[in-house]
């Protein structure tokens, strides 16, 4: 097998699972609790409980992956030159771009999840799926 019918058949594949986590994850009741759960703080009772702790981890987690984006383009400039560093620079972005197109344009979020506060509910509504933190 060719290097070039290697890479496609790993894009293949990793479009495939993409799909497949959006169908498990996203797509089903079971899977939106949990992505609740794990962004917003566990169901008790009644309502939704926001996590100061979730929330804090989210917000350190998008300073780590900024910072780890920033050391990798300072260090290309550094040892590999403007060319080397667009590169990266391209790879990177374009990577957020399209993340952000699929979760805007490809991927839906459909209301499974009816339990907890309606305004909650509603400010949850929108789809994150693809991750910005994971994609970056």
Not at 20 to 43: F, H, I, S
Not at 59 to 85: D, K, N
Not at 104 to 128: E, K, Q
């Amino acid at each position: 097998m060719s290097p070039r019918a290697r890479a496609a058949a790993g894009a293949a594949v990793c479009a495939a699972v993409v799909v497949a986590t959006w169908l498990v994850a996203v797509r089903t009741t079971a899977g939106q609790v949990v992505e609740n759960a794990a962004k917003d703080g566990p169901y008790v009772r009644r309502w939704w409980v926001p996590d100061a702790g979730a929330d804090m981890l989210e917000g350190w987690a998008t300073v780590a992956v900024v910072a780890g984006m920033a050391a990798v383009v300072t260090w290309t400039a550094r040892h590999r030159g403007a060319r080397p560093t667009a590169v990266v620079v391209a790879v990177v972005g374009g990577s957020l771009a399209v993340a952000e197109v699929l979760k805007v344009a490809v991927f839906d979020r459909p209301g499974l999840i009816t339990a907890g506060d309606p305004h909650y509910l509603a400010v949850l509504a929108h789809n994150s799926y693809p991750s910005g933190h994971t994609t970056a």
